[in-house]
DNA sequence: AGCGTTCTTGACTACATCGTCCATAAGCTC
DNA sequence: GAGCTTATGGACGATGTAGTCAAGAACGCT
């Protein structure tokens, strides 16, 4: 029994973001949506709530895939290699945050944009950044092992820093630094590590 | 000739300023802005143009009172001071932005919702950061003259990693990071600056 | 095939919002 | 104080917006 539902909830999920996104929160209309996901107003808040719990949705989402994107690019069981993932991950988020086209992080403006007014945004975002230096100290603490930084140093507050100068490279990119000069800065950061004394 | 103003500018402006900062441009109406300032919308839209016209005009007075502050805090013609008056600017940036009450930075929440949307925001917010860049160099380049920090580093590089950590700092404590992790953050990114050789 | 359940659509309500307009008030100059 | 110019304030129009609702469509079970 039951008629089943016409839409793959994920199309639709990714094309709300997509328009939270370019956006914002208080920028994006339900109209807008439904007519980026194609689907009529009545589906759309009979599947979803409303506005603000279909933001929750898609927000929760897109933190779990960002979790998910840096676990991808910094774990990995060979400490040798550890220091050169994290070089790659970094110098990747450079490059991305420089192009021009780009819509900048969507957790970013969502932290800047509604983390006050939100309790529930305030509270993943949180958790996300936690968990994202979780995996950063992770993989110092492989490259300790490896004698790529200096074991006596904390991992935890290296990948504190670490993640903070993530942020505040998106933060720039955003606001149009050139690609030279977001690796340079993450070139500088990671010349700053401890290196093991010889 | 001519009817002269009611109403003092400069106080108009600051309370449009703290609307827009409190709920952000798209989620800011005139009404509430009419609201906050005592004035009629005839009077704002005569004096201001539209939202978009007011809005530039707040964001640009923000822009140079930023500047103006990080000169205040960063300036000085005692090169031995030099290292204490950088630690003392990153060190009360975080405690500020830890505080649970910050509405966060304005010139942050604006580049975050509309730097991909507006020129004139893009371009403002891009020079903003190049002015602190600049003053954070010029106390770099005193710190080396004094010996805190090595002469043969770049102090433009450094200036733009400190610029990076103090925007990191500020998306950090927006989504709920406790003071001491902020400050401790801030240490470990002065104790990575490179000393001089003994 | 018939039935019941759920999904879909888009018109609809009630209100918010941007920006305009105009009658009136308030100086300034002579 | 007469007359000019400009500021003021709030009503107004047109549009936008969040969310609801009812009529009908689609499906699976019997």
Redesign the pocket.
Known sequence: ???????DEERVLDAARDQFWATGFAG?????IAAATG?????L???FG???ELFHRVFDDHCTATIGSATRQLSGEDDARAFERLTGYLMNHASACAEPSRRGCLLAKTTAELTQHDEVVAARSLKTFESVQQILAADLEACQRNGDVDPAAGAQQLAALLLTVHRGIEALGKAGTDESTLREITQTALDGLPRPPR
């Open positions: 029994m039951v008629r089943p539902r016409e839409f994006t209309s339900m109209d807008a689907l009529g107003k009545g589906s808040y009979g599947a409303g506005k603000r």
